[in-house]
């Protein structure tokens, strides 16, 4: 299976930005969704946002109006802009395709390394 690759993490304040960049799309991007998630040590990965072939965005509650989910087809990039960024955000972001069927996300890729993201002062 391919695997996606996850870029762009690191330490931040809070209420700072980053861009988080998932790669290796091309195989996927104009047929299944690009969902980022994250992990934070003992807990599940959890979806946090998701774009579809048409564009079409979904995010998590506690990430509206914060996070945005993109992609460049002419590059093959997804990307998770995250404004106003705070401590609770600390994860590990991963992303992969998936065919989402309502709350379900049926993987299309083999999980990358990801990318931290730690926001502290």
């Known amino acids: 299976q391919v695997q996606l690759v996850e870029s762009g993490g690191g330490l931040v304040e809070p209420g700072g930005s980053l861009t988080l960049s998932c790669a290796r799309v091309?195989?996927?991007?104009?047929?299944?969704?690009v969902v980022w998630y994250r992990q934070t040590p003992g807990k599940q990965r959890m979806v946090v946002a998701h774009?579809?072939?048409?564009?079409?965005?979904k995010y998590i509650d506690s990430v509206k109006g914060r996070f945005t989910i993109s992609k460049d087809n002419a590059k093959s990039m997804v990307y998770l802009q995250m404004n106003s960024l705070k401590p609770e955000d600390t994860a590990v972001y991963f992303c992969n395709a998936a065919r989402v069927v309502g709350n379900t996300y049926y993987l299309m890729a083999s999980w990358g390394q990801g990318t931290q993201v730690t926001v502290s002062s």
């Open positions: 774009i579809t072939p048409d564009g079409d965005t």
């Open positions: 091309e195989s996927f991007i104009d047929i299944y969704s």
